[in-house]
């Protein structure tokens, strides 16, 4: 266990940052130990926790440090970032940690927040698993106003792992319904044979299968439809393109102690390289401070955070998928060689930047440009 800079208690928004910061050494020394299909990073969560970074997107006054609030955006996405430098495995799960956090903050009921937020305190690992099996999950209501589930979900990441993951179902209105599910006490069924990844092998991202588990009315969360709210919904991309980032970044920091190891610094083309890397990653740091200006500041308009979301996760991952091959370049093929990171690093950012429907984010980016006839210089915020 590597030595916190924080107490067990959650730290401020500021020192989150920090704690994850100083913990994405140990994450990247310890990421080969999960690197295998079935795995998880166990033990790299029990140093999150310890930190206090469970806890810590919960409000202060439910015992967080509130940095899931929106003046506390460039901290959360800093936080998010050193996690994916550290590993993009622990990172994934703990955005869907953060994500569900939020979403129990925004559409709870008063109880419900209350006592989700003291399962986190305790230790417990949120996630959101929306992306639906080929037979969907279904909620069919019982007689005694419960409710019978039915159907599957697909990349459920930390499957077996998260205690309290949150995910959708259909009703038989047609309605979208978000729950909690206590997955301690109704164990759904894990079919670890669906995840056969490229990357990421240690999120566990399984298909879930919640067949007969049965939840009560009080493990609905919000109102049927409440999980696809805007700005919310796209806006919350800014969160892993923070993780991905921290991934660019990693590669980056490897990239350059090759290099230093080797002796070629003074090599003219390695440093016309890495002049090239160093304003990709500089870029992607400035989109990131942005995306959190943006969210600091009082009342933007639901369109313009959607809008500008759609830029940072378009922006960053064109900054990833351009970095990956200047990196390889760079350290050739002695590089990607085993034990060196980067043939991991490069198979998990890979994997993680194919998140869903990049085209139509960028077309929407588009589209809103193309609608408003502010000039340049005040189409986006200033």
């Known amino acids: 266990m590597p030595k916190l800079l924080t107490a067990p208690a959650p730290p401020t928004p500021a020192l989150a940052a920090t704690a994850a910061a100083h913990l994405a050494p140990h994450l990247l020394a310890h990421a ?39 003046a506390h955006t460039y901290e959360l996405l ?3 970032r050193h996690i994916g430098r550290g590993n993009l495995a622990v990172g994934r799960v703990y955005e869907g940690h953060a994500n ?3 979403l129990i903050g925004r559409f ?40 019978r589930l039915l159907g599957s979900k697909t990349f459920g990441s930390g499957a077996g792992h998260l205690t309290r993951p949150l995910l959708t179902a259909a009703l038989p209105n047609g309605g979208w ?30 298909r879930v299968d919640f067949t007969g588990l049965e939840v009560a009315p009080e493990q609905l969360l919000g109102q049927p439809g409440d999980y696809y709210q805007q700005p ?11 993780v991905q980032l921290g991934g660019a970044e990693a590669i980056f920091d490897e990239t350059r102690r090759f290099l230093r190891a080797l002796g070629r610094t003074d090599d003219p083309y390695q440093r016309q390289r890495l002049g090239q890397l160093s304003i990709l990653v500089a870029s992607g740091q400035h989109w990131l401070r942005a995306a959190a200006d943006l969210a600091a500041r009082p009342g933007p308009d639901a369109e ?32 990607l060689l085993r034990p060196e990171p980067f043939e991991r ?17 960028l077309a929407d980016a588009g589209r809103y440009a193309l609608e408003h006839p502010r000039p340049a210089h005040r189409l986006w915020p200033e």
Not at 185 to 202: E, I, S
Not at 307 to 331: G, K, Q, T
């Open 345 to 361: 690093l490069h198979r998990d950012l890979t994997h993680y930047l194919r998140q869903p429907a990049p085209d139509a984010a």
């Open 108 to 147: 709870g009921r008063p109880g419900q927040v209350r006592r989700w937020a003291a399962d986190a305190a305790a230790g417990h690992l949120f996630g959101v698993w929306n992306t639906e099996a080929h037979d969907g999950v279904k909620l069919l209501p019982l007689p005694n106003g419960g409710y």
């Open 32 to 70: 080969p130990k999960s690197d295998k299909e079935g795995a998880f990073p166990t033990e790299e969560f029990n140093w999150l926790r310890e930190a206090g970074l469970l806890a810590a997107p919960l409000p202060v006054a439910l015992g967080g440090s509130g940095l899931n609030e929106s």
């Open 232 to 242: 919310w919904f796209s806006g919350g991309a800014i969160r892993f393109a923070a």
């Open 78 to 80: 800093s936080t998010l």
């Open 100 to 102: 569900a956090l939020q």
């Open 177 to 206: 319904q978000m729950l909690v599910l206590p997955a301690d006490t109704l164990v759904p069924d894990y079919d670890a044979r669906f995840w056969r990844p490229l990357g990421m092998r240690a999120s566990a991202s399984f």
């Open 304 to 335: 313009t955070v959607v809008a500008h979301a759609n830029l940072v996760r378009s922006a960053i991952e064109d900054i990833c998928l351009r970095l990956m091959p200047l990196a390889e370049r760079c350290v050739g093929a002695r590089g």
